[in-house]
């Protein structure tokens, strides 16, 4: 593979570094940087995933290690120069950035059980495994061709920061190793139920999470007894 195109936002993105740090040797890289428009602060009663601003900006991974660096005004800006693109920080992209590109994404849920937005939160809510998909892009939202599924595992004295630390860590490991499961494909959870494309969680539903967790836990680690028992944070102020 001459090139590897990474796709994701003119801004620090804590993802994008991750990812491309662990590439940094094995590849030589373009970093496409898409607009960023900072979205309103919300209430939020589990933060499931770390700070992603928290990191530097893609523009200074690509003068350290002599990678192009392309900001672009939108998707369709994009070249066909790779010979594949990762996405580590974008939103949905149009037909035009799509066509004539191989396009591999990471989402945190295993497709088709959960889909779309705050995918963690939705998998352990609705008591349905949690795993990574590796998977192509194309026209519609988390349906393009799976190249694998990597379980994310539950240990009895989980809590659920542990839990989604290591959620997390298992889609920057499986996107960072992306060549790995293109030649060895793996798929546990062939056959799982479709479910519902998801928006974001809202607090009270959270709140219901942190009280199912414990059953949860129980249902992927049988064994375990009922002694790790999520203590809920205090109750935030969710008025405004």
Same mark, same amino acid.
């Given at each position: ?33 898409? %607009?960023?428009?900072?979205? *309103? ?7 499931? !995933?770390?700070? =992603?601003?928290?990191?530097? @900006? ?18 369709? /800006?994009?070249?066909? !120069? ?5 996405? $580590? ?6 037909? #035009? ?10 989402? *945190?849920?295993?497709? *088709? ?10 998998? &352990? ?27 994310? /595992? ?7 920061? $542990?839990? #989604? !630390? ?12 992306? /060549? ?7 798929? %546990?959870?062939?056959?799982?139920? =479709?479910?519902?494309? $998801? ?11 942190? @009280? ?6 129980? #249902? ?8 790790? &028992?999520?203590?809920? *944070? %205090? ?6």
């Amino acid at each position: 593979m001459e090139q590897l195109g990474i796709l994701t936002y003119d801004t620090n993105h804590l993802k994008t570094e991750q990812v491309v740090l662990h590439l940094a040797g094995r590849y030589q890289l373009v970093i496409y940087g898409l %607009p960023f428009t900072s979205r *309103p602060s919300r209430p939020v009663y589990f933060q499931h !995933r770390p700070n =992603q601003s928290a990191a530097a @900006h893609p523009r200074e991974l690509c003068r350290r290690y002599n990678w192009d660096y392309i900001p672009v005004q939108s998707d369709a /800006e994009i070249d066909n !120069r790779c010979d594949l693109y990762l996405i $580590t920080g974008a939103g949905i992209l149009s037909p #035009a950035c799509l066509r004539g590109k191989k396009i591999l994404n990471c989402h *945190p849920g295993i497709i *088709p059980a959960a889909r779309g937005l705050d995918a963690f939160k939705w998998s &352990v809510y609705h008591m349905t495994p949690l795993g990574i998909t590796l998977h192509y892009i194309d026209e519609a939202v988390d349906a393009g061709k799976i190249v694998s599924i990597i379980p994310t /595992e539950v240990f009895p004295s989980d809590t659920l920061e $542990t839990l #989604a !630390r290591r959620h997390y860590e298992n889609e920057i490991h499986v996107l960072s190793h992306f /060549e790995e499961h293109l030649h060895n494909p793996q798929n %546990p959870f062939e056959g799982i139920p =479709q479910g519902d494309a $998801t928006r974001r969680m809202k607090p009270a539903q959270e709140i219901e999470l942190a @009280h199912k967790f414990q059953v949860y836990k129980q #249902a992927y680690c049988p064994s375990i007894e009922a002694q790790y &028992v999520y203590k809920c *944070p %205090p109750p935030m102020d969710i008025s405004n």
